[in-house]
């Protein structure tokens, strides 16, 4: 005889057997209790963490009759009588479990609600349980609006979904919604140890642990991944044969990289790889165990008291946590997170580990102390006289996040630095300006002063009224085309940067108007010409014209562009 499967097997039969939804669990035993009892639920959440059996639970509640065939609606269940046993076996005829992934059209939706108006057969309630209900087509949706609404009083509704974003707003508000959690990893290795002691299977915590970790949160996943394991170890599920059956990486690997990176032993890294590859790990999960490693470390360096005691690795953890700069802790995890995606690039997982292992070591910042393990060798030179750490530089561009290094030491900088006479670093000064005060050529001005962002913007937006000198002093009177730029700081700012430009202190007045001929009128005018033109050439093309009269053709608006 086929065994049942654990996931099958151990589901839960009433609510105090649920494990994880205390929220959803007291809700519903109090509206159970009250007879305060809604028309429609919605269960949300992701895969393996209830739904479906909050759903059945349900329903036995509402229609339970006790043992002795004389009970009424509670919050407990008595898993004897015709309803909860004709449910927990699946053929109840008063509740029907309908998949919206095959039945998603209007029709099914139609012949469903056909079917509601009449009473139950047996039970006191009909309830219909329509799991993963966002496939449902929009036609679909607007068909049982109203039903939902206002149901026929023998009739309740349940929804399941795990994309609840796809359910309009006019569903949503007609349901109770509860979120479903996912299951913590502690709660997951409880109910483990619970089955697997009743169904006499020995077995190791940390096994355990590592199958809750690899549940992601869904307690079907876990127990699936443990009837595998049981499978697979054929005796007592332990720690070995759980990472050997999933490809998970022993936890002294990562503990013996971190070593590696401390000391500098590049031979050591790639001694690890090798013997990685010799047992078949899987170098992806290597990775994101290494970053949920120093994330470990990085709040015990932060918080040292959230490492809690009962972690397998919180010795190790409190250990390198001392030993590292919190600045290594943040460059490692980002090189393990961004290296994790790249792996598929790589020529093959080993290599992309190893990459990812050897750019740790090679990109690793100063220490911040004022010592620099960077070789003199690998000191670049920069104007001035000083050095910076290649490694340093190279850190600042590790994948798509920028990584300050910390600044070369000044010992390091005076032994290293060239003999040579230091060169110049300040920017080039602006082209000789071609000054005239009798035709001020504003335009020119304004175009090649030196600045950058909303400043250039006003600069553009500008059109000279009047220009007067006294002296070395002179006031322009200008109209700005967007008043709104030319805020006192920016006008502040661009009266300096035109000072300079032109070696005279230069005082600028802002004037109501129009500016018709400023940079950026010119420009949007020359712009709209050669549309103009575009447009034109394409509406006179010979061509054109003989497809707009043989085949009905037309031109999309707006999809001429001139060349440029």
Same mark, same amino acid.
């Given at each position: ?11 839960? !039969? ?21 007879? !305060? ?53 699946? =053929? ?11 039945? =998603? ?18 039970? !006191? ?40 974003? /796809? ?45 809750? /970790? ?64 010799? =047992? ?78 050897? !750019? ?164 949007? /005018? ?18 054109? /014209? ?19």
């Amino acid at each position: 005889m086929t065994a049942l499967a654990l996931a099958r097997k151990w589901r839960p !039969r009433d609510f105090s057997t649920l494990v994880g939804q205390e929220h959803v669990v007291k809700a519903l035993t109090h509206a159970l209790d009250q007879q !305060r009892l809604h028309h429609a639920w919605l269960f949300t959440g992701t895969r393996g963490v209830g739904k479906t059996t909050i759903s059945r639970i349900l329903a036995k509640a509402l229609n339970c009759t006790g043992a002795d065939g004389q009970g009424q609606m509670t919050s407990q269940p008595c898993g004897k009588c015709p309803a909860c046993t004709e449910i927990d076996a699946g =053929r109840y005829v008063d509740y029907i479990e309908m998949d919206a992934a095959s039945n =998603r059209g209007v029709d099914d939706m139609a012949q469903l609600l056909e079917k509601a108006m009449y009473a139950p057969s047996s039970a !006191r309630f009909k309830v219909y349980m329509i799991d993963e209900v966002h496939m449902l087509t929009g036609h679909a949706f607007n068909a049982m609006l109203k039903t939902l609404e206002e149901p026929p009083p023998h009739v309740k509704f349940i929804l399941a979904t795990t994309d609840p974003q /796809k359910i309009p707003v006019t569903v949503l508000s007609r349901c109770l919604q509860f979120n479903l959690k996912q299951m913590p990893v502690p709660s997951i290795v409880e109910h483990l140890e619970k089955i697997l002691e009743s169904e006499q299977v020995k077995s190791e915590i940390g096994a355990l642990r590592i199958l809750a /970790k690899a549940a992601q949160g869904s307690m079907r996943d876990a127990l699936s991944l443990t009837d595998q394991a049981i499978a697979y170890a054929a005796g007592p599920v332990s720690e070995s044969a759980v990472r050997a059956m999933l490809g998970t990486l022993d936890e002294t690997y990562l503990i013996q990289i971190l070593d590696a990176l401390r000391t500098g032993d590049g031979a050591a890294l790639i001694a690890i790889a090798d013997e990685m590859a010799a =047992r078949s790990s899987s170098f992806s999960l290597a990775l994101q165990d290494l970053a949920s490693l120093l994330q470990k470390i990085a709040v015990g360096q932060t918080v040292p008291s959230a490492v809690l005691d009962d972690w397998p690795e919180a010795t190790e953890v409190r250990r390198l946590a001392s030993q590292f700069n919190k600045e290594d802790i943040q460059l490692y995890y980002q090189i393990a997170i961004t290296s994790r995606p790249d792996l598929s690039l790589a020529p093959d997982e080993q290599t992309g580990f190893t990459m990812a292992l050897l !750019r740790m070591l090679a990109f690793k910042p100063g220490d911040g102390s004022g010592s620099s393990k960077s070789s003199p060798s690998n000191q670049t030179p920069r104007a001035g006289g000083t050095s910076i750490s290649s490694a340093a530089k190279a850190a600042a561009n590790v994948a798509t996040h920028s990584v300050k290094a910390a600044p070369a030491p000044q010992a390091a900088q005076t032994q290293s630095a060239p003999q040579s006479a230091p060169q110049s670093t300040a920017a080039p000064k602006a082209s000789a300006v071609i000054y005239n005060s009798e035709d001020p050529d504003w335009q020119s001005w304004m175009k090649a002063l030196p600045v950058r962002g909303l400043l250039q913007q006003l600069a553009f937006q500008t059109e000279l009224q009047n220009w007067s000198e006294q002296g070395d002093a002179v006031k322009a009177t200008v109209i700005v085309g967007m008043p709104q730029l030319a805020s006192k700081e920016n006008v502040s700012r661009l009266q300096e940067a035109l000072s300079n430009h032109l070696g005279k202190s230069v005082t600028i007045l802002i004037e109501a108007g129009k500016a018709n001929h400023s940079i950026a009128a010119v420009e949007a /005018k020359i712009k709209q010409e050669k549309q103009d033109g575009a447009e034109e050439s394409i509406a006179n093309d010979d061509f054109v /014209k003989t497809i707009q009269t043989e085949f009905g053709a037309t031109v999309v608006p707006g999809s001429i562009r001139p060349i440029q």
